[in-house]
């Protein structure tokens, strides 16, 4: 072979060669890495050693996901969040979408929770810090005395609806979130119509929980606000067994089912109990969905002062305007419960 086929040769390789390399760089960085779309989920713990192992399931070929992130120096940022994953990315747009934070949005939503402890669990479903954690937020006395709040009344703060948050999001910041919302919420418009039925704010968010614990109808909630405030406007006692059943379970226990409160239960000694106490109680039953605070802002005007559970009409009411019409629907009711064998 004379010497310039073998320099011809040579050259042929190192192209050959280096073809082969960059092919190889080229592959690493921008070919087609995850098999399947998913979810991955990094906390605000977590290390590059934590990402790796939970990404590396989804990879055709985890070691090149982890060369190109040693390049990119991701190890050193790590951000946390969710981020939704779709099949076929390559790791270069991996590492760039997790480098960049650039997350999901998770749709946050919550109702008719009864206790901030529910509201905590429910929300720690749905975001990264636990349920102690978010509580302990949501009781902080400071806060609640900064934003004219109690311990009765902080549920009240929390309105009923689905949310945009991120998934590592603070306990603190959701709080501050709901906080915005909760101002939001009560426009110039509802508070006129809060001090037209001689009510604050927390007064109609009580009321409101009563009404929701009252009755399952949505139709039926402005005229059961309209009979309990004819009752506030008399200054009669509420008579509202859903704040017997409240008061009960703070003596009992949340989780004690109750289907029927009974003469005994209205001697209960509590600033809950609506049959020895008149006007509202200090804050809210549970948590009343916007239903049931549009119905009290907006109650239908009648006579009616009484009512209870229509035996004809399941969920409905029977009301009446005296005594003894109440009287009459009562023992129908009465005698239907007790043909249910319902003692508790």
Known sequence: MTKKKIILAI??????????VAYSFYSKIYKSNLSEDTTLYISSKSNFETVFENVSPFLKNPSSFKWVSQKKNYPNVIKAGKYDLKKG????????LLRSGNQTAV?????????LEKLAGRI???IEPDSITILNTLKDELFLKKNNFTSETALGMYIPNSYQVYWNTSAEKFRNKML????KFWTSAKKEKAKEQNLTINEVITLASIVQKETASVSERPK??????????????LQADPTIIFALKQKLGQNTVIKRVLLKDLEINSKYNTYKNTGLPPGPISMPDV??????LNPQNHDYFYMCADVNN????????????HNRNAIKYQRWISLQGVKR
């Open 11 to 20: 050259i042929t390789l190192s192209f050959i060669i280096g073809g082969s």
């Open 89 to 96: 990315i390559s790791n270069n747009d991996l590492v760039n």
């Open 107 to 115: 749709k946050l939503s919550f109702n008719n929770q009864e206790t």
């Open 124 to 126: 720690a479903e749905q």
């Open 180 to 183: 915005n919302e909760y101002k």
């Open 224 to 237: 059961v606000a309209g009979l309990y405030l004819n009752r506030l406007r008399d200054r009669w006692p």
């Open 291 to 296: 239903s049931s605070i549009n119905a009290v």
């Open 314 to 325: 399941f969920g409905k009411h029977a009301f009446a305007k005296t005594l003894s019409q």
